[in-house]
C-alpha cells in the first residue's frame, strides 16, 4: 500500500471518528432560534425550531440579560459545530474519492485471452 493510500485512510477513519462525536454533541446543544414575546408589558424568551412538520416553541423564561447571553451562545456554538460538521462531511467525501482514485478496480468482465490451434 502507498504512503498517500495510507494517510487517505487514515484520513478517512479520522473524519468519521470526528462526524459521529459531532453528532452526538448536537444532540446536547439548544437547537432553532430565540424569541421573544411580549405579553402583559413583560417580555418571555421562547425557543423555536422544527419537530418533523411541526414549528415548537418552547419557553425559557421572563426576558433577562443573563438567560438570553446563554442561551445566545448555546446557540451560537451549535451553528459553529453545524458548520464545522458539514465541512468534516464534504472532506469525508473527497477523501473517498481519493482513495477509489488511488485504488481503481477493474469494471465490467475481463476479456479471456483466447488460444488457437
Known sequence: MSIV???C???KDRLEEYIGFAKNKLEEHLRGSLQVKKRHNQEYLYLVYRDAARV???YLGRDEP?????IENQLAKR????AKL???ESLLIEVSRAIRNLNP???G???RSRTHN
Open 5 to 7: 493510500m495510507h494517510l
Open 9 to 11: 485512510n487514515d484520513e
Open 56 to 58: 415548537v416553541f418552547k
Open 66 to 70: 443573563l438567560l438570553r447571553a446563554d
Open 79 to 82: 451553528k459553529e459545530l453545524e
Open 86 to 88: 458539514k465541512q468534516a
Open 105 to 107: 478496480k477493474p469494471r
Open 109 to 111: 468482465r475481463k476479456k
